[in-house]
């Protein structure tokens, strides 16, 4: 069995950040969402980026006239009995219905931001990661009612990942 920890939050809530974080560790295997949408000024391997529509996803939805989603082929970087780590957007919750028979889907919320002006300046006011108050509200509601919530500094974060990614392990190992 292998799972998978979907963190959401807001943008600039730290989503990449704590997954790169615990695949530095060797906690969790960085995994990847693709996108349609152009690579960014200054963006390095957060996304895969592709063009078209891809059929081998295993969740897709559109945002801004881009399609983000997860490939099915993505899990062949991951072993059994192993945690991956995927950084998604607040309104990808609705495609998440579906999972292989072997994966277990976790949805983790990062509540970090305090207000919309502690987004603004986390996203370095770059166009197209700036949320409206009502967006940024929604993610936030959104993100308050994932499998676990979790609110912090990145050491607190990192810390309860840690604990949730070693648990998983023994109940893998119990399986």
Same mark, same amino acid.
């Given at each position: 069995?292998?799972?998978?920890?979907?963190?959401?939050?807001?943008?600039?809530?730290?989503?990449?950040?704590?997954?790169?974080?615990?695949?530095?560790?060797?906690?969790a295997?960085?995994?990847?969402?693709?996108?349609?949408?152009?690579?960014?000024?200054?963006?390095?391997?957060?996304?895969?980026?592709?063009?078209?529509?891809?059929?081998?996803a295993?969740?897709?939805? @559109?945002? *801004?006239?881009? !399609?983000?989603? #997860?490939? /099915?082929?993505?899990?062949?970087?991951?072993?059994?009995? $192993? =945690?991956?780590?995927v950084?998604?957007?607040?309104?990808a919750?609705?495609?998440?219905k579906?999972?292989?028979?072997?994966?277990?889907?976790?949805?983790?919320?990062?509540? @970090?931001? *305090?207000?919309? !002006?502690?987004? #603004?300046? /986390?996203?370095?006011?770059?166009?197209?990661?700036?949320? $409206? =108050?009502?967006?940024?509200?929604?993610?936030?509601?959104?993100?308050?009612?994932?499998?676990?919530?979790?609110?912090?500094?990145?050491?607190?974060?990192?810390?309860?990942?840690?604990?949730?990614?070693?648990?998983?392990?023994?109940?893998?190992?119990?399986?």
């Amino acid at each position: 069995m292998r799972t998978i920890l979907l963190l959401m939050g807001p943008h600039g809530s730290g989503k990449t950040t704590v997954a790169d974080a615990l695949n530095r560790q060797g906690a969790a295997i960085r995994l990847r969402q693709y996108t349609t949408r152009p690579k960014r000024d200054g963006e390095n391997d957060e996304y895969r980026f592709v063009v078209g529509a891809q059929t081998d996803a295993l969740w897709r939805y @559109t945002k *801004a006239g881009s !399609e983000y989603g #997860f490939l /099915r082929s993505e899990l062949e970087n991951l072993p059994d009995r $192993s =945690v991956g780590v995927v950084a998604v957007h607040t309104e990808a919750i609705d495609t998440l219905k579906q999972s292989p028979s072997d994966v277990i889907l976790v949805t983790v919320g990062l509540d @970090t931001l *305090a207000s919309h !002006e502690d987004q #603004f300046s /986390r996203v370095n006011q770059i166009e197209g990661r700036i949320q $409206s =108050v009502e967006a940024f509200e929604e993610s936030r509601r959104v993100t308050r009612s994932r499998d676990i919530c979790l609110s912090g500094n990145l050491d607190v974060v990192l810390r309860e990942l840690e604990r949730i990614i070693k648990r998983q392990a023994e109940m893998a190992d119990g399986m």
